[in-house]
């Protein structure tokens, strides 16, 4: 006889399980995870119905758990090489803005790449 071992990561996904934009049930293997500090863990899951995607933060102590999720288009192959990317300073976002202004923006944005 298997006894099932429950954890507090199946209640963490229990709170991500169906996709905020279209309603459809997220599988936990589509779940993968990007990175976890402690009880904190960082989440990127895709749905399969609609396409999109969601970072989610869970949090996992002793009194409970909660998330939050965002809702995004990036894949998990995006979201970690943004993670581990260059970080946009101040200068990065004048340099765009005057982009915009006289219309070198792709130019500009080319050089993030």
């Known amino acids: 006889m298997t006894k099932n ?11 991500i399980s ?7 049930e997220f599988h936990p293997t589509e779940a993968r995870l990007l990175g976890e ?10 749905c399969r119905a609609c396409g ?8 996992v102590t002793k009194g409970g758990m909660s998330s939050v999720g965002l ?8 979201v970690m090489k943004f993670r581990f ?4 300073n101040v200068d990065d ?6 982009g915009l202004m006289n219309g070198s923006l792709l130019t500009t944005l080319t050089q993030f790449g």
């Open 18 to 24: 169906y996709c905020p934009l279209c309603q459809s």
């Open 85 to 88: 990317g260059r970080h946009i």
């Open 5 to 15: 071992v429950h954890t507090p990561w199946d209640d963490g996904m229990r709170l």
């Open 52 to 59: 999109n995607a969601m970072l989610a933060l869970i949090l």
């Open 93 to 98: 976002v004048l340099k765009a803005h005057e």
């Open 71 to 78: 809702v995004t288009d990036l894949t998990y192959a995006d």
């Open 37 to 46: 500090r402690g009880q904190r863990h960082l989440i990127h899951v895709r």
